[in-house]
């Protein structure tokens, strides 16, 4: 599987940004997809991920009730709609595709995009 994310840029504290998550292969419908984040100086941290079908979502409690996780199976993508950003949120974000066991965990993950930036200024 092979990733590509796009949709970063500076947004004002308030606005809102989607990103997208384009995969290549055949086995994009049978993982569970994830979203990560990795601020300057800081660890890589869970944002949110989506089930197979996208019938179930998991979301870091920072970002819960502001950020959505969807998944288009047809087009093999995986999006992150962010509202009420905050300059907290700034960040390099990461999709990844699930292997196994916690979804929350960076190790449990085989496949990495590049990382797309998210700037949010106050």
């Known amino acids: 599987v092979q990733l590509q994310a796009s949709g970063g840029g500076l947004v004002q504290a308030g606005g809102s940004l989607r990103l997208s998550c384009a995969a290549s292969?055949?086995?994009?419908?049978?993982?569970?997809m994830g979203w990560f984040r990795q601020a300057p100086g800081k660890e890589r941290e869970f944002v949110a991920a989506v089930s197979t079908s996208g019938g179930s979502t998991y979301y870091a409690d920072s970002v819960k009730g502001r950020f959505t996780i969807s998944r288009d199976n047809a087009k093999n993508t995986v999006y992150l709609q962010m509202n009420s950003l905050k300059p907290e949120d700034t960040a390099v974000y990461y999709c990844?595709?699930?292997?196994?066991?916690?979804?929350?965990?960076?190790?449990?993950?085989?496949?990495w995009g590049q990382g797309t930036l998210v700037t949010v200024s106050s």
């Open positions: 990844a595709a699930h292997q196994s066991g916690l979804v929350v965990l960076t190790a449990n993950y085989d496949y």
């Open positions: 292969g055949r086995t994009f419908s049978s993982r569970i």
